[in-house]
């Protein structure tokens, strides 16, 4: 069971640095120490999609060994978070239902569904937790808003606890993914394919995209073109504007794929090419993505990388780059 698992893992923790006296006993003092806290930091949900909510369910539990009367206030806000990107109670999801259980309940769940000691004063969810309830669930239910507006965020606060402490844990960050959002569909992972300007040799590398946290016209690309070759161990990320209108990717040249910009030794930048293949650091490249059948990624022209430090070009230069969507 993973949250009784859990729990007996946080006390555990608590304990391993409760008395400094080895040859002491160590002691979980439920006065105080107790503690009410998340199971995670984050979670997300499907927008709903044909009328069909997705669930999340957060789990917190109350932390102690015989178990103690707590209470906690859940408050809902979306401010810490651009407003372009908050996440509105209502219109994109819905705060369901919360659910109080013992620590039997995985076995068990006789109850599950009954709403118990959970109150609500002046729209704030008051979660009170009893010797033999220990553990509660808030299940947050999608709402199909219909509009493409790129992915939306909340936040659910832990507050104004009583009875024990508050935990480290005391937000969930929760993520309602658009699935109007054309730009979902290129995040994820991919099987890049190229082939090498030096020798005509095929290369592959795994590349991952991620979706800008602020800007929702912005994805990550790690690595756009891989060092393998070279013995580089890691890859910055490089970013890349989408252009819906055209299906198009721009990534800007000269962005830093190893080391950085103020680095005395190495800065692998990423670039283009001239007529006399010499190495080009302004403008962008553009790729062409379609997902009509499956995502591919290609890139409309080579890219290379050297060091701008010593200008020791060239360390890597392939063409016929594309990537396809595993």
Known sequence: MKIKSFIYTALASVLLFASC???????FDDATQAFIAFDDTEGSLDEAADGVPCELDLTLYCASVEGVAAEVDVVVTADSFPEASRAIEGTHYVVDRIELYSIEYDQTKENFGERINVQVVDGVEKIKF????????????????????GDVKFDVVLT??????????????????????????????YKATATSMFDGSSETWNVKITRDEEDPNTLWINPVISLARNGVPSHNSVYATVDLNNNTLAMPLGQSLFGSPDATDYNIAVAGFDA????????????????TNGVSITWTEGIGAGNTVDNGWWWQAVDGITYVKQ
């Open 160 to 189: 104004n606890v009583k009875g024990c402490n508050l935990g480290a844990k005391s937000r969930c960050t929760v993520t309602v993914v658009d699935d109007e959002d054309p730009i979902n569909m290129l995040v994820g992972s």
């Open 130 to 149: 009893t010797k033999e309830r220990r553990f509660a669930s808030i299940y947050i239910k999608s709402i199909d808003n219909a509009e493409q507006g």
């Open 276 to 291: 006399q293949a010499n190495p080009v650091l302004s403008g962008a490249i553009v790729a062409n993505f379609d997902v």
């Open 21 to 27: 006296d080895l040859n002491k006993p160590m002691e």
